[in-house]
């Protein structure tokens, strides 16, 4: 299994450190960069060819339509939003949408270190 690079976006220090204890507890998962705001995001995916980006949502709120973009111009890229408030998370990549409740730290590790087509 190879190891999965991630991309925290815009994040609080609570999910910054609930993903560090996730990264702890998982052998395959690296953060390699953190961006304070969504302009500064192409350069992040240009330059660390990062399989995951992690980003936090409100609970009334959408995954943006600028995810569309990143995931037609990089098909392998693969987003996990982050409900913040609430049990939900929702993952998104090419040709694949779903929402998640009650996820544990297991599952969680798992979706990460996996490849799509295994979640």
């Not at 995001?41 to 943006?64: C, F, G, Q, R, Y």
């Not at 939900?88 to 040709?95: A, F, N, P």
Request: net charge negative; proline share 5%; glycine share 4%.
């Amino acid at each position: 299994m190879s190891t999965q690079r991630i991309i925290l976006v815009n994040c609080s220090r609570l999910l910054r450190d609930m993903l560090l204890t996730v990264m702890y507890r998982a052998d395959h998962l690296k953060m390699v960069q953190q961006v304070d705001s969504y302009e500064t995001l192409p350069a992040a995916i240009e330059t660390s060819e990062a399989e995951w980006v992690v980003m936090p949502l409100l609970p009334d709120k959408n995954i943006p339509g600028w995810v569309d973009h990143y995931i037609a111009k990089h098909p392998s890229m693969r987003f996990l939003a982050i409900f913040l408030g609430s049990n939900k998370v929702k993952l998104k990549w090419l040709g694949y949408e779903e929402d998640l409740e009650d996820l544990s730290l297991t599952g969680l590790i798992h979706i990460l270190e996996g490849h799509p087509q295994r979640v």
